[in-house]
């Protein structure tokens, strides 16, 4: 009998680093006008628009037995990494991710420095790592059959 998968969280990266970089280029973009030069300003307004798709498309999924990571542009590369095969997950947060909630997510395959891949700013990452090894610990007793 088949055990159905379903959605435990969606994760993006924080918005605030994607954000900052939009609004810095924005506001160059307008400069860039203000100093008659369009060109400038359209590629700054250019370089906005696609810091804000990169934000939109770069995406990590938890389910009740795998993690999905998509990158790239218009999710290219999907890792899919089952959950039984993790083995540490790891939490590394900036000065500026502590004071403002986000870090990196790194997990790590079973007996090994290795790494599986690497959720990078995440908001809350103590959450994330923590239902990663919860589902970590029902997929493994799953695939062992108990």
């Given at each position: 009998?088949?055990?159905?998968?379903t959605?435990?969280?969606?994760?993006?990266?924080?918005?605030?680093?994607?954000g900052?970089?939009?609004?810095?280029?924005?506001?160059?973009?307008?400069?860039?006008?203000?100093?008659s030069?369009?060109a400038?300003a359209?590629?700054?307004?250019?370089?906005?628009?696609?810091?804000?798709?990169?934000?939109?498309?770069?995406?990590?999924?938890?389910?009740?037995?795998?993690?999905?990571?998509?990158?790239?542009?218009?999710?290219?590369?999907?890792e899919?990494?089952?959950?039984y095969?993790?083995?540490?997950?790891?939490?590394?947060?900036?000065?500026l991710?502590?004071?403002?909630?986000?870090?990196?997510?790194i997990?790590h395959?079973?007996?090994?420095?290795?790494v599986?891949?690497r959720?990078?700013?995440?908001?809350?990452?103590?959450?994330m790592?923590?239902?990663?090894r919860?589902?970590?610990?029902n997929?493994?007793?799953?695939?062992i059959?108990?």
């Open positions: 009998m088949a055990v159905e998968e959605v435990i969280r969606r994760v993006r990266v924080t918005p605030f680093l994607h900052a970089a939009i609004v810095a280029l924005v506001a160059a973009g307008y400069f860039g006008f203000r100093a030069q369009p400038v359209y590629a700054l307004y250019g370089a906005a628009l696609l810091v804000a798709v990169d934000w939109w498309l770069r995406r990590a999924t938890l389910t009740s037995r795998r993690l999905l990571v998509r990158r790239g542009p218009f999710g290219a590369k999907l899919i990494i089952d959950c095969k993790t083995g540490e997950i790891e939490v590394k947060k900036s000065r991710g502590e004071a403002l909630g986000f870090g990196d997510v997990v395959p079973v007996e090994s420095d290795a599986l891949t959720l990078r700013n995440v908001g809350d990452p103590g959450a790592q923590e239902l990663i919860e589902v970590r610990m997929s493994a007793s799953y695939v059959g108990f």
